[in-house]
């Protein structure tokens, strides 16, 4: 019963002590302890294990339970402490939290004596500030009235007196009281319901009309649109009443300016109507020139009678402009078909010089408000194109190469006058881009006469392949074009003389460039009549001469040079053209004909050296290499080559130094022409024997000597060759090695030779294999169980490499291409 007891007592004290995990960890923040006790999961076994892992330890369990009994008096001794000291806590709080209630209601009754005595205060100083507060306001209310009464007083008198003056045509006068009496009637608004203040309002209103279309009536006098004679000099009177114009409504001032602007001009349009000779464009210095003399005669005469801040001969100057854009465009439209260039490019140069003239003169601040937008000024421009004024000098400009890449100068600000009167040519200035159609088109002739009467370039050995002087030429001349017409205008225009250098560009590649370049009779991608005569006949495949490998190398540089001046040219012009035409600049077309160009070039040099060496490979697939009974120096052919290459390449180099990544690109497409071949040619070695294929074997050895000696053959300075280049002639001439190691090697065991073919050749296909074995000269009988075994040795290939395996079986590799070929040659020999 009383176990029974013990063990409800210890589940339900368990039942009470398991505490929630955010009190356990709260109290491990409060009380860190690293004692097992003191953890929420404590394992009482695990504990004992602890203490006593093995039987030996037991030998202490007396000491070690009377350490824990320590530890549970010295626990119990503390809690008795704490429960007794929390006996009397209950009471202390109790009393204390009476005696903060008494506190609290104290201090609540001192707060609320305290808002009393302010209430009572407050009070108080009302009562005294109150009458205080009423002779404020009276004050207030008395020099209001007494300064309302003065501006009436003000105001009534004021207008009396602007009345009178009025009828007196007193503008100077006038013009200083009107501007007091708008600023004293201004602080009437609030009254304008009494009858009294807006009959003066009225008056007032009377008054400035009254003005108004007296002053005008005065300039109508003075100035009369009809009347042909001028007074001799400004009048007093007429200062005075631009005076008070500016004080009136704007458009009386509007209405002055345009009168006398119009009155002004009125001889201008007599002078030089349509039907006047002077009124042509070969005449239009005397339109430039009479205004000039008007605003002089303006500045003597009227300098004083208008206001400076009215800009009056400026305002003329713009009109005039605005007249004679629009006089011009209408003469222009009725006499288009008499328009020449010449005569065009004078009088939009007298028009420019004109407009410049009056960006020195004037500020333009008037063009604000005027049907003419700083838009028309050309975009701002790092082009250095900008340092040529578009003079007659520029007929004789440099024609050195650099000339787009002259330093720059800095750029002046922009005109606000800019097409403000040379805007109205644009619409002609087709006439212009048809003249440099038929100039550009001329230029192109000429330099095709030129090419031919002079003939191809000197040999040049020491600076490289010249450039032909004619694109610097060209390029001069498309820089003339450029700055002349984004002169006249950076919209539609210079689209259409872009189209023109495009046009152009194309021809020079084609006439001047592609149509130069020496014609070959044979290629490595066809064959002629002819060819097949001479090889029938054993003579040796014709070779470019010095002077045509001089000639490619030129063409090449001069492509270089047109290529990257095109680019240049096409970043020039969407400097110059407006932003919105920017997309409508493309020359990729045009680069990419002259990339055409150097492609061609490089290809011809390779197909030259490349059918030079031909004739050596023949002759070392004719050789009968069963019967070479030792091992010498290298052959003839290899002679041969080498002889080519060094009769070639120097020449190619020293022309190509200028353009050099191109002469890396002419020994890259060699290596990748020649080494196939000579594989190709090497499989046709058969049969041989093995003293045979150590001769080839340093052969092939000594000609991967010279091509990785190629870039620097006949060089008195030795470069290292580029690694692309070395990396294509150490892979193709290491695959000729292993080749002929294959064929050195014994064949049998079979399954020896079989591994050693698959380690020397990481490409190994049967296709080779079976070349490898007619080259040893196996029968197909011993062939067949070779290629058998190959077939079951080969690692199989990797997920997806089926399918590319097929393509590759339809896509004829070039051994099989050029099998095609010898085959199409000795059938058409035959028929012949």
């Known amino acids: 019963m009383m176990e029974e007891e013990e063990l409800e007592f210890v589940e339900e004290l368990e039942a009470v002590l398991q505490l929630t995990p955010e009190v356990q960890l709260a109290i491990e923040q409060v009380f860190p302890s690293q004692d097992p006790l003191d953890r929420a999961d404590f394992n009482a076994v695990e504990y004992i294990n602890t203490l006593f892992p093995t039987e ?151 008054a400035q009309t009254e003005l108004g279309q007296q002053i005008l009536a005065d300039f109508e006098e003075a100035f009369p649109s009809q009347g042909t004679k001028r007074p001799g000099g400004p009048s007093n009177v007429l200062r005075d009443a631009c005076l008070v114009a500016n004080i009136l409504d704007p458009r009386i001032k509007q209405e002055i300016i345009k009168k006398f602007i119009k009155q002004h001009l009125s001889e201008y349009l007599v002078l030089f109507q349509e039907n006047q000779d002077v009124a042509w464009l070969d005449k239009i210095d005397r339109r430039y020139a009479w205004i000039k003399r008007q605003l002089v005669d303006y ?46 490019l004078f009088a939009i140069q007298r028009t420019t010089n004109f407009e410049g003239f009056l960006a020195k003169r004037f500020s333009g601040c008037t063009l604000t408000d005027g049907t003419l937008k700083k838009l028309e000024s050309p975009p701002p421009s790092t082009n250095p194109f900008l340092e040529d004024e578009p003079t007659p000098e520029m007929e004789e400009l440099a024609t050195e190469k650099g000339d787009l890449d002259q330093p720059k100068k800095p750029k002046a600000p922009d005109n606000p006058f800019h ?82 250098f495009q046009k152009y560009l194309r021809e020079y590649a084609w006439k001047i460039l592609s149509g130069n370049l020496p014609k070959t009779t044979t290629s490595s991608g066809g064959l002629t009549i002819s060819s097949l005569l001479k090889e029938k006949e054993g003579s040796e495949v014709a070779k470019f001469t010095l002077e045509e490998l ?61 059918a030079a060496c031909d004739p050596a490979l023949t002759a070392m697939s004719k050789m009968q290499w069963q019967n070479v009974e030792h091992v010498g120096d290298q052959s003839p052919y290899v002679t041969s080559v080498i002889l080519h290459i060094k009769q070639n390449v120097p020449i190619i180099r020293d022309n190509l130094a200028s353009t050099r990544k191109y002469f890396t690109q002419f020994c890259i497409k060699f290596a990748n022409s020649f080494i196939p071949k000579f594989i190709t040619h090497l499989f046709k070695c058969k049969p041989i024997s093995m003293v045979g294929a150590e001769q080839l074997l340093l052969d092939t050895h000594s000609l991967k000597m010279v091509l990785l000696d190629l870039p620097s053959i006949g060089s ?19 695959r000729a090695e292993m080749i002929l190691k294959v064929v050195m090697a014994p064949h049998e065991p079979l399954v020896v030779f079989v591994d050693n073919y698959i380690k020397l050749l990481t490409d190994c296909n049967t296709e080779t294999f079976q070349k490898i074995l007619d080259m040893k000269g196996l029968k197909r009988s011993e062939q067949s169980s070779m290629l058998e075994l190959l077939r079951q040795r080969l690692p199989a290939p990797p997920s997806g490499a089926e399918s590319s395996g097929s393509l590759s079986l339809m896509a004829p590799t070039p051994e099989q291409e050029s099998s095609r070929i010898r085959k199409l040659e000795k059938l058409i020999k035959k028929r012949l």
């Open 419 to 500: 097409g403000i009167v040379s805007k109205c040519f644009e619409p002609h200035l087709y006439v212009y881009i048809e003249s440099q159609d038929k100039n550009l088109g001329e230029l192109i002739d000429r330099f095709v006469a030129d090419f031919k009467a002079q003939g191809p370039p000197k040999p040049n050995t020491d600076e490289g392949g010249a450039v032909l002087p004619s694109c610097a030429d060209l390029f001069v001349y498309y820089k003339k074009c450029m700055v002349q017409c984004s002169q006249l205008s950076t919209g539609e225009p210079m689209i259409a003389l872009t189209t023109i």
């Open 299 to 344: 500045e003597e005469k009227y300098g004083r009678m208008f206001p400076r801040e009215w800009c009056m001969a400026e305002r003329i100057a713009v009109e005039f402009c605005h007249v004679t854009r629009t006089e011009l465009a209408k003469i222009m439209r009725t006499r288009a078909k008499e328009i020449e260039v010449k005569l065009l």
């Open 550 to 610: 001089c000639l490619i190398c030129s063409i090449l540089s001069t492509a270089e040079y047109c290529l990257a001046t095109t680019q240049q040219l096409e970043e020039k012009l969407k400097e110059k053209v407006d932003v919105s035409l920017i997309e409508r600049i493309n020359l990729t077309g045009e680069m990419d004909t002259f990339s055409t160009v150097i492609s061609s070039s490089i290809q011809l040099l390779v197909q030259d050296l490349d």
């Open 56 to 206: 030996q330890s037991l030998a202490n369990i007396d000491e070690v339970v009377n350490k824990i009994r320590l530890k549970i008096r010295r626990l119990d001794d503390n809690i008795r402490t704490v429960v007794r000291g929390q006996t009397n806590v209950g009471q202390d709080g109790r009393q204390a939290l009476e005696e903060a209630q008494k506190a609290i209601q104290q201090l609540f009754g001192k707060i609320k004596d305290i808002k009393d005595k302010a209430e009572k205060s407050e009070q108080m100083v009302k009562e005294i500030t109150r009458d205080i507060k009423q002779l404020d306001h009276a004050k207030r209310h008395l020099t209001t009235s007494i300064t309302t009464l003065n501006h009436l007083h003000m105001l009534a008198g004021g207008v009396d007196s602007l009345e009178a003056m009025t009828r007196r045509r007193q503008y100077g006068e006038v013009a200083n009281l009107l501007q007091g009496v708008m600023n004293v009637l201004e602080h009437f608004h609030k009254y304008m319901g009494i009858p009294q203040i807006r009959q003066l309002s009225e008056r007032v209103k009377a």
């Open 716 to 734: 008195q300075v030795v470069r290292k060759a580029p690694a692309s280049y070395t990396k294509i002639v150490v892979k193709g001439m290491t």
